[in-house]
């Protein structure tokens, strides 16, 4: 298991950008995991974003592709995303997961381990 800490949440005006961090922490490094990120509005279900396998690949959501970028700096433990051009649709609350490698492969997305979340809203 891995432990995640989610930051660098806040509120944004249309069209900004922002970035929110995770931290991972635990007996097993960040780097033998698959991540992801993933958001929930209020009366919605909890969407999958992003994804980042073993190997460096990336999936997006169609919802946030080509604005949203995901990376991972594993000297840091950290796991990032970027967002561009953002839009009142993306407020929501923001996690990160470590995730089944087998379920990027899917598409499923199948998370092992979740971080509290940090809130984004856009207005």
């Known amino acids: 298991h891995v432990q995640l800490v989610e930051s660098g949440g806040g509120s944004v005006q249309t069209g900004g950008s922002l970035r929110v961090s995770c931290l991972a922490s635990?007996?097993?490094?960040?780097?033998?995991?698959?991540m992801a990120w993933f958001r929930q509005a209020p009366g919605k279900q909890r969407e999958g974003l992003a994804s980042?396998?073993?190997?460096?690949?990336?999936t997006y959501a169609d919802s946030v592709k080509g604005r949203f970028t995901i990376s991972k700096d594993n000297a840091k433990s950290t796991l990032f995303l970027q967002m561009n051009s953002l839009r009142p649709e993306d407020t929501a609350m923001y996690y990160c997961?470590?995730?089944?490698?087998?379920?990027?492969?899917?598409?499923?997305?199948?998370?092992?381990?979740w971080g509290q979340g940090t809130q984004v809203t856009v207005s």
């Open positions: 997961a470590a995730v089944l490698c087998g379920s990027v492969r899917t598409g499923t997305l199948r998370a092992t381990d």
């Open positions: 980042y396998a073993l190997h460096g690949s990336t």
């Open positions: 635990g007996a097993t490094h960040m780097s033998n995991f698959c």
